[in-house]
């Protein structure tokens, strides 16, 4: 089992930057495939991005790809969504995941654990 606490949302202006935090606690964090997902009011949850155990492989939605970077500290059981030119479309509740396994995935339902979210408003 693995516990995952999110942090580092807010109110950002439209073009502006932010970092997402998510800490985990539990079993050896470098053993999950961490990923994050957003929700946006009245639609669904949606695959933002996902990194390897190592950092070494990373996957990007589409309509994030050149904006967002994730990255992990397996030293410090923390992943990292750096959001840049952000967009008033990004406002969401950002939520962190954890997959056990060896293959990456972009689909809610393959990962195992979730953190509780945090909210990402951007102003036009």
């Known amino acids: 089992q693995v516990q995952l606490v999110e942090s580092g949302g807010g109110l950002v202006q439209a073009g502006g930057s932010s970092r997402l935090s998510c800490a985990a606690s539990g079993r050896t964090f470098s053993t999950y495939i961490m990923g994050w997902f957003r929700q946006a009011p009245g639609k669904e949850r949606e695959f933002v991005a996902v990194i390897s155990w190592s950092g070494g492989r990373t996957y990007y939605a589409d309509s994030v790809k050149g904006r967002f970077t994730i990255s992990r500290d397996n030293a410090k059981n923390t992943v990292y969504l750096r959001m840049n030119s952000l967009k008033p479309e990004d406002t969401a509740v950002y939520y962190c995941?954890?997959?056990?396994?060896?293959?990456?995935?972009?689909?809610?339902?393959?990962?195992?654990?979730w953190g509780q979210g945090t909210q990402v408003t951007v102003s036009s």
């Open positions: 995941a954890a997959r056990e396994g060896t293959v990456v995935a972009d689909i809610v339902d393959g990962y195992d654990y």
